[in-house]
C-alpha cells in the first residue's frame, strides 16, 4: 500500500535536504564523484534543440556542495561548484566571482584559477581581493595582496606568474610555495597618472603584449581622471630586455568602454567616440584604423576561430536596426573575421535569440569552433508567475556554445539557476568565461538563494554568488 507525506512532513523534508547540502552533506542531488568521460559527454539535450526548457529543481534549493559534481537534469553536462559564500560571519567570503566574460581565469597548466573574495576578514573589517583557487576542488592556494581593479593577467607558458598594473605601473608576481607571492616593478608609466585595461582585457594570445589605457588627472576641482590614450605594450623578453611602449591612439574627449587584444589586431569599443556615438573600431598594433565594426558597443569577446582566423564575435541585441553590419543578422551573435574584414551571422535557428535576454560572450584564444554565451532574464521569469511579459522563453538563464562557421549549431551546456535579487543589478549575472581552447566553462550563480521557499538560502550577501564549473 503506497503512503503520502503529509504537507508539513514533505515541507521539514525539503528544508533538511537542502541544509544536509548546504552543509556539505552528500544528497542524491550532490554526487561527491566526478562524474566519468564517457557520462559528461553523453549528456541528454545538449545537441541542437531550440525548445523553452524550463528546469524541473528551478524552485527548489539544489545547491551542490563545494566540490561536488552533478549533472544537469536537462542537458547533462557535469557542474562542479568550486567556492562556498554561503557560511556568515568574519573570515568568511560574501561572494565569490570568476569576474569577467573576457578574462581566461586559468593559469598555463589549468592547475589553478583566480577569483575575487568579497567579504570580510578575521577582524569582521571589509575585504575584497583577488585569490587563487585550486582548478579541481577550489581549495584557497593564494590570498594575494592585490584587487580585481588591479586586472590580473596570467602568463602565457609560467602557471606560477601573474602581471598586474597598479597605480601607473605594470608589474610582475611570482607565485611561491606555502600561499607566498613576490612582485617586482616592470614599467613606470610617468606620463600617466593611472593605466587600465579597462576591466575586459587580457594578454594577447602569443603571450607577448597587453592592451593598456593611460589616464591623466584632469584640472577640475574634483580632479578626477579621463582616458587619453590607448596603446600596446610589448613586455620584456630577451631580445627586448626593456619592454617597448607602442604609437599612441588620442582618445581625449571619448568614453572608452572596452579595449581587447589579439596577436595582431586590437579592438576597442566606445560608448561615444570624440562626440560622434558609440561605435566599435578595429585597429592594428601601432593604432592605425583599418575599418570601422559598427556604431555600438555591446557585449563581445576576441579569440581564434578552428580556421586559426583571428576573429571577434558580439551580439546584435543593441545595434541600430540601420547599421550595414547588422542588418541581415538581427537577433544573431555575429563574427567578424579581423583580418579579412568579412562578417558571418550565427544564427541560432528558429526561434533565434529574443534580446530581452542579456548576454556575455567568450571566445577561446585557441583554435576552436565554438564561441561560448549566457543568458541571463532581467525580468526573472518563474513558473510560479504568469506574467504574460515576463515568461521562460527560449535559451533563458542557459550556459551555450554555437559553432562559429555559420552552421548553424547550438549546445546547450547547462542552466545556471542565477537570479536577481534586491538592489543587486550585476553581481548575479553569470558571466560565462573559458580557459584558452574552450574546455572549461566558469560561471557564477547566487541559484536564487535568496528565493528559496525554505530556510536554505542561510542568510546570504545582498549580492551573494559562487564559481561553477562546466566541462563541455
Given at each position: 500500500m503506497s503512503r503520502k507525506l503529509s504537507v508539513s512532513k514533505l515541507g521539514l523534508l525539503v528544508v533538511l535536504t537542502c541544509l544536509a547540502r548546504m552543509s556539505g552533506m552528500p544528497t542524491d542531488n550532490s554526487n561527491a564523484r566526478e562524474i566519468s568521460q564517457y557520462d559528461r559527454v553523453k549528456g541528454g539535450r545538449s545537441g541542437q534543440d531550440n525548445a523553452a526548457h524550463l528546469p524541473p529543481d528551478y524552485p527548489n534549493c539544489l545547491t551542490p556542495r563545494k566540490g561536488a559534481t552533478?549533472?544537469?537534469?536537462?542537458?547533462?553536462?557535469?557542474?562542479?561548484?568550486?567556492?562556498?559564500?554561503?557560511?556568515?560571519?568574519?573570515?568568511?567570503?560574501?561572494?565569490?566571482?570568476?569576474?569577467?566574460?573576457?578574462?581566461?581565469?586559468?593559469?598555463?597548466?589549468?592547475?589553478?584559477?583566480?577569483?575575487?573574495?568579497?567579504?570580510?576578514?578575521?577582524?569582521?573589517?571589509?575585504?575584497?581581493?583577488?585569490?587563487?583557487?585550486?582548478?579541481?576542488?577550489?581549495?584557497?592556494?593564494?590570498?594575494?595582496?592585490?584587487?580585481?581593479?588591479?586586472?590580473?593577467?596570467?602568463?602565457r607558458s609560467d602557471p606560477n606568474v601573474l602581471y598586474f598594473h597598479a597605480g601607473n605601473a605594470l608589474r610582475k608576481m611570482v607565485l611561491g610555495p606555502e600561499g607566498t607571492s613576490t612582485n617586482s616593478l616592470i614599467h613606470t608609466?610617468?606620463?600617466?597618472?593611472?593605466?587600465?585595461?579597462?576591466?575586459?582585457?587580457?594578454?594577447?594570445?602569443?603571450?607577448?603584449?597587453?592592451?593598456?589605457?593611460?589616464?591623466?588627472?584632469?584640472?577640475?576641482?574634483?580632479?578626477?581622471?579621463?582616458?587619453?590614450?590607448?596603446?600596446?605594450?610589448?613586455?620584456?623578453?630577451?631580445?627586448?630586455?626593456?619592454?617597448?611602449?607602442?604609437?599612441?591612439?588620442?582618445i581625449a574627449g571619448s568614453a572608452l568602454d572596452k579595449a581587447q587584444i589579439t596577436n595582431?589586431?586590437?579592438?576597442?569599443?566606445?560608448?561615444?567616440?570624440?562626440?560622434?556615438?558609440?561605435?566599435?573600431?578595429?585597429?592594428?598594433?601601432?593604432?592605425?584604423?583599418?575599418?570601422?565594426?559598427?556604431?555600438?558597443?555591446?557585449?563581445?569577446?576576441?579569440?581564434?576561430?578552428?580556421?586559426?582566423?583571428?576573429?571577434?564575435?558580439?551580439?546584435?541585441?543593441?545595434?541600430?536596426?540601420?547599421?550595414?553590419?547588422?542588418?541581415?543578422?538581427?537577433?544573431?551573435?555575429?563574427?567578424?573575421?579581423?583580418?579579412?574584414?568579412?562578417?558571418?551571422?550565427?544564427?541560432?535557428?528558429?526561434?533565434?535569440?529574443?534580446?530581452?535576454?542579456?548576454?556575455?560572450?567568450?571566445?577561446?584564444d585557441q583554435p576552436s569552433p565554438w564561441v561560448y554565451v549566457s543568458t541571463h532574464a532581467p525580468c526573472d521569469p518563474d513558473p510560479g508567475r504568469t506574467d504574460p511579459s515576463c515568461q521562460w522563453k527560449p535559451y533563458t538563464n542557459e550556459i551555450l556554445r554555437i559553432r562559429s562557421d555559420g552552421s548553424g549549431k547550438i549546445e546547450r551546456l547547462a542552466h545556471h539557476h542565477s537570479r536577481p535579487h534586491g538592489k543587486d543589478s550585476y553581481a548575479w549575472q553569470p558571466r560565462v568565461s573559458v580557459n584558452r581552447d574552450g574546455t572549461k566553462v566558469l560561471f557564477n550563480s547566487n541559484y536564487g538563494l535568496h528565493h528559496k521557499r525554505t530556510s536554505c538560502h542561510c542568510k546570504v550577501s545582498e549580492e551573494y554568488t559562487d564559481v561553477y564549473l562546466v566541462i563541455p
Open positions: 552533478r549533472r544537469d537534469p536537462i542537458y547533462g553536462r557535469a557542474i562542479k561548484r568550486l567556492t562556498d559564500s554561503t557560511k556568515p560571519g568574519p573570515g568568511e567570503p560574501q561572494s565569490m566571482t570568476a569576474e569577467y566574460a573576457t578574462q581566461n581565469h586559468f593559469n598555463a597548466d589549468e592547475t589553478a584559477i583566480f577569483v575575487t573574495y568579497s567579504g570580510h576578514d578575521a577582524q569582521g573589517f571589509n575585504k575584497s581581493v583577488v585569490q587563487i583557487l585550486d582548478a579541481g576542488s577550489g581549495d584557497l592556494l593564494y590570498d594575494l595582496p592585490i584587487a580585481i581593479n588591479n586586472e590580473p593577467m596570467w602568463d608609466f610617468v606620463e600617466y597618472t593611472s593605466i587600465s585595461s579597462t576591466g575586459e582585457s587580457d594578454i594577447s594570445p602569443d603571450g607577448k603584449k597587453i592592451i593598456f589605457v593611460g589616464r591623466v588627472r584632469t584640472r577640475e576641482k574634483r580632479a578626477r581622471e579621463r582616458d587619453r590614450d590607448v596603446f600596446v605594450y610589448t613586455l620584456p623578453d630577451r631580445a627586448n630586455p626593456e619592454g617597448k611602449k607602442g604609437p599612441v591612439l588620442d595582431h589586431f586590437v579592438v576597442l569599443g566606445f560608448n561615444d567616440f570624440r562626440c560622434m556615438g558609440a561605435r566599435t573600431s578595429l585597429y592594428d598594433h601601432k593604432m592605425n584604423l583599418l575599418w570601422e565594426m559598427g556604431r555600438y558597443s555591446g557585449h563581445g569577446d576576441a579569440g581564434m576561430d578552428s580556421e586559426r582566423n583571428e576573429v571577434y564575435y558580439t551580439s546584435s541585441a543593441d545595434a541600430p536596426v540601420d547599421d550595414r553590419n547588422y542588418q541581415h543578422c538581427v537577433n544573431s551573435i555575429l563574427k567578424f573575421d579581423l583580418a579579412h574584414g568579412s562578417v558571418t551571422c550565427l544564427e541560432t535557428g528558429d526561434p533565434a535569440f529574443d534580446w530581452s535576454l542579456a548576454n556575455h560572450i567568450a571566445a577561446p
